[in-house]
């Protein structure tokens, strides 16, 4: 069963306008947050996280947004570039049962200029 | 940047033959992960250490074995590959045992087995 869900395996945003990307998790030991970002034929690369004792963490054009009560986080990207586009996993990571690092199926954002 | 490599990056190779993948990181980082990625697809754990002499299985089950002689080393191997073993396999390390920290991650390697 799937601990971190990204329930849209798709997104395509116009250039200059936000992207808003999803990510759900079930297992409630996890208490830190990362997105990743990865390109074809490349290993994913580290963009952002947020610890469960915050609700935001802002990093230039990138902001995480955590709900611990509904288990939901999301990344927003303004504005979005055509750079921007690649595929974008959620990952969790905590304590006993959640001490691995687990990622979602990834979200691809296409940005159209 | 990420001091974490992995070798090769990509690798063609005929079914029944024995291969192993590198994985190196020049950290200090204790634990370190095997993920294997089909197009598409979402990161499948599939092999993972806390430290050396320590090696666990991840939640997909995988016919590879890895070892952790060293803290900074963790290859994985496969005995016989078979076309099933295609896929893209990527190699990561994080600092410290829970959470605060990212984990880093290698160039991958592509593997195909003809």
């Known amino acids: 069963d799937q601990q971190v869900k990204q329930n849209s395996p798709s997104l395509s945003v116009q250039e200059g306008r936000i992207s808003i990307l999803n990510c759900d998790y079930t297992n409630s030991m996890f208490d830190y947050f990362l997105w990743y970002k990865k390109y074809p034929a490349e290993g994913p690369t580290f963009l952002i996280s947020i610890s469960s004792i915050k609700d935001k963490n802002e990093d230039g054009r990138f902001t995480v947004f955590l709900n611990k009560s509904a288990k939901h986080l999301s990344l927003h990207i303004v504005p979005s570039q055509p750079g921007d586009s690649a595929v974008y996993f959620c990952a969790a990571i905590g304590s006993g049962s959640a001490r691995q690092l687990t990622f979602g199926s990834g979200t691809q954002l296409t940005v159209l200029p | 940047e990420a001091d974490i490599y992995q070798t090769p990056r990509y690798l063609v190779i005929g079914t029944g033959k024995k291969i192993t993948l590198e994985c190196s990181q020049t950290m200090g980082h204790d634990k370190m992960y095997w993920y294997q990625q089909d197009p598409g697809m979402e990161l499948h754990l599939i092999h993972y250490s806390y430290g050396v002499n320590s090696t666990e299985k991840g939640d997909l089950s995988s016919e590879s074995t890895v070892s952790r002689i060293r803290t900074e080393h963790f290859p994985l191997t496969l005995e016989s590959a078979r076309p099933s073993h295609t896929s893209q396999y990527l190699c990561?390390?994080?600092?410290?045992?829970?959470?605060?920290?990212?984990?880093?991650f290698g160039q991958g390697t592509r593997l195909t087995v003809v």
């Open positions: 990561a390390s994080s600092a410290r045992q829970g959470g605060g920290t990212e984990a880093f």
